[in-house]
T-cell receptor, first 115, second 113 residues
Framework: EADIYQTPRYLVIGTGKKITLECSQTMGHDKMYWYQQDPGMELHLIHY???????EKGDLSSESTVSRIRTEHFPLTLESARPSHTSQYLCASSELDGRAYNEQFFGPGTRLTVL | GENVEQHPSTLSVQEGDSAVIKCTYSDSASNYFPWYKQELGKRPQLIID?????GEKKDQRIAVTLNKTAKHFSLHITETQPEDSAVYFCAAPPRGGNTPLVFGKGTRLSVIA
């Protein structure tokens, strides 16, 4: 079944560690996104990509990087984790259809705790 | 850029009553207005959307209305049930049409049995 997968689902790490959150989708979507969200609160866009080798920064991107080497894979890297990074990270994807907007499908999220 | 404001931030209704959540947007060129529902501990999911060529769309107990002149759109839930309790997010596209949707800050709806 076509879906979006995120690993790990939960992660507890120490301050200063480098981490990569994985996101893969089997929906064939060109557009992919990363959001940071405290549970039930506002969605903050971190990065997005509209295709292979295309990445753009969102509102909250200064402490993380992304890559898009394959259509289905969009990992997010925190170079040096801090307690302020403690949050839930949601990956999403949607179909590229010219300039039209379509439904965004969200992954199950990674809940990150930085000690 | 687009500014999306969502009200109220919290809403409590009795089971069976109606709930209305309103969003305003700033870009008159915006043409797509989705609503997402996020249940506790779950991922956001699209529940209904509307494009600017129509004024209203219904799907069973939920409906969305769009007023392009006033630049606002609303989610209406009738005959609310406990399973409607969730956080609801509206969204609108920014000017230019080729950058991600801008989401409202969310409304936490509680349906009291």
């Amino acid at each position: 079944e076509a879906d979006i997968y995120q690993t790990p689902r939960y992660l507890v790490i120490g301050t200063g560690k480098k981490i990569t959150l994985e996101c893969s989708q089997t929906m064939g979507h060109d557009k992919m996104y990363w959001y940071q969200q405290d549970p039930g609160m506002e969605l903050h866009l971190i990065h997005y990509s509209y295709g292979v080798n295309s990445t753009e920064k969102g509102d909250l991107s200064s402490e993380s990087t992304v890559s898009r080497i394959r259509t289905e894979h969009f990992p997010l890297t925190l170079e040096s984790a801090r307690p302020s990074h403690t949050s839930q990270y949601l990956c999403a994807s949607s179909e590229l259809d010219g300039r039209a907007y379509n439904e965004q499908f969200f992954g199950p999220g990674t809940r990150l705790t930085v000690l | 850029g687009e500014n999306v404001e969502q009200h109220p931030s919290t809403l409590s209704v009795q089971e069976g009553d109606s709930a209305v959540i309103k969003c305003t947007y700033s870009d008159s060129a915006s043409n797509y207005f989705p609503w997402y529902k996020q249940e506790l501990g779950k991922r956001p999911q699209l529940i209904i959307d509307i494009r600017s060529n129509v004024g209203e769309k219904k799907d069973q107990r939920i409906a969305v209305t769009l007023n392009k002149t006033a630049k606002h759109f609303s989610l209406h839930i009738t005959e609310t049930q406990p399973e409607d309790s969730a956080v609801y997010f509206c969204a609108a596209p920014p000017r230019g049409g080729n950058t991600p949707l801008v989401f409202g800050k969310g409304t936490r709806l509680s349906v009291i049995a």
